[in-house]
């Protein structure tokens, strides 16, 4: 079982990224699936997550409106769309999955460093 996430970098405020979590070892049609982050210094903390059926979700306040989680069943991958990114948006950014609970985190990726700065 093994959580693949990419598409990290460096932005400038206001800008966009993509990442993207790809499954292997297991199906991910069957999982709600979600992301979280860590800055430096600060407690890890839920950004957004979806259930298997796509009909509970689940997004922080500090992301709603500029970030979008979605799933591509068919080809086994999550995705967080970011957009309008802000420097307190600079962490580290896990993707999991739960069979059971929604952002319930069962398994977890190996994280990707996002950075936000001019």
């Known amino acids: 079982v093994q959580l693949q996430a990419s598409g990290g970098g460096l932005v400038q405020p206001g800008g966009s990224l993509r990442l993207s979590c790809a499954a292997s070892?297991?199906?991910?049609?069957?999982?709600?699936v979600g992301w979280f982050r860590q800055a430096p210094g600060k407690e890890r903390e839920e950004v957004s997550c979806?259930?298997?059926?796509?009909?509970?979700?689940y997004d922080a306040d500090f992301v709603k409106g500029r970030f979008t989680i979605s799933r591509d069943n068919a080809n086994n991958t999550v995705f967080l769309q970011m957009n309008s990114l802000k420097p307190e948006d600079t962490a580290v950014y896990y993707c999991?999955?739960?069979?059971?609970?929604?952002?319930?985190?069962?398994?977890w990726g190996q994280g990707t460093q996002v950075t936000v700065s001019s």
């Open positions: 999991t999955a739960d069979k059971w609970r929604l952002c319930g985190g069962a398994y």
């Open positions: 070892g297991f199906t991910l049609v069957d999982y709600s």
């Open positions: 979806i259930s298997s059926s796509e009909r509970s979700r």
